[in-house]
Nanobody, 124 residues
Framework: QVQLVESGGGLVQAGASLRLSCAAS????????MGWFRQAPGKEREFVAA????????SYADFVKGRFTISRDNAKNTVYLQMNNMKPEDTAVYYC?????????????????WGQGTQVTVSS
């Protein structure tokens, strides 16, 4: 099994930046893709970004391209999400997820492990 621990959420004003971290532990040999998802109140959970441990290759949702950057630190088994120029519509609970697939996917169905989520709130 794999455990994911997220940190870095908080309250910021529009235009500010936040950096989320997700530390993975346990049987991380089974993890090939790490991803970030978010869920706003009353909305479906949506894909934000993903990164492969090999390569790495990255993938982003259209609504965050140019503002968010996903990265990883293999030695620390940690993935990061740097969020710049944040907008009120970015307000959501952000979840870190891990997948045993060998390539990233936008479908949460393929992610086996999930963090507890961290709240990100962006004020106008």
């Amino acid at each position: 099994q794999v455990q994911l621990v997220e940190s870095g959420g908080g309250l910021v004003q529009a235009g500010a930046s936040l950096r989320l971290s997700c530390a993975a532990s346990g049987h991380t040999f089974s993890v090939h893709v790490m991803g970030w998802f978010r869920q706003a109140p009353g909305k479906e959970r949506e894909f934000v970004a993903a990164i492969t441990w090999s390569g790495p290759k990255t993938s982003y949702a259209d609504f965050v391209k140019g503002r968010f950057t996903i990265s990883r630190d293999n030695a620390k088994n940690t993935v990061y999400l740097q969020m710049n120029n944040m907008k009120p519509e970015d307000t959501a609970v952000y979840y870190c997820a891990a997948s045993s697939m060998f390539d990233f996917t936008v479908d949460d169905h393929w992610y086996d492990y999930w963090g507890q989520g961290t709240q990100v709130t962006v004020s106008s």
